[in-house]
């Protein structure tokens, strides 16, 4: 039988982990799923269960509250599991921190995937440089961005 998993349940391992690092910790304080304090540090998460567009635009709004936001999510979250190194570079791509939580085994564990940080992406100047090689030698303007196969009636432009 399926456990079906609620999103509070995240809640009692991510307190756990926060309050033996030193913080304070308090669940729903302003829509907020959970706020940790500690000395000026200001530190809010917002749980779900699955990696979403609602929880990625409800965790940017938490800037205007504090600088640090992470999301939480279960470990076994399904666009996590299938496309980890993806979600990674959104998630620090958008200034804000991952936790996975693993809440199907009896010893529940949390783990800080990535810190909040400002994202600067690494070019792939490789693949930079064909880009560019193929924008300069290309004649005119042949093909309709959002496809992928030439449409003979859009030579003539």
Avoid: W
């Avoid at 996975?100 to 949390?110: A, C, S």
């Amino acid at each position: 039988m399926t456990t079906k998993f609620k999103e509070n349940d995240l809640y009692f391992p991510i307190k756990t982990f926060l309050v033996n690092l030193g913080y304070k910790v308090k669940g729903e304080i302003k829509n907020c799923d959970i706020v940790a304090l500690k000395e000026d540090s200001i530190i809010i998460i917002e749980l779900k269960l699955s990696l979403n567009i609602t929880l990625l635009l409800q965790a940017v709004e938490r800037f205007t509250l504090a600088d640090t936001v992470y999301i939480a999510i279960p470990k076994h979250c399904t666009v996590y599991k299938k496309q980890r190194s993806r979600v990674k570079k959104l998630i620090a791509r958008l200034g804000l921190g991952l936790i996975v939580v693993d809440i199907q085994k009896e010893q529940q564990y949390v783990e800080i995937i990535n810190d909040p940080k400002d994202y600067t992406p690494r070019k792939n100047r490789s693949k930079q440089n064909s880009l560019l090689k193929e924008f300069s030698t290309r004649v005119g303007d042949t093909q309709k961005g959002g496809s992928t196969t030439v449409i003979p009636h859009l030579n003539n432009y």
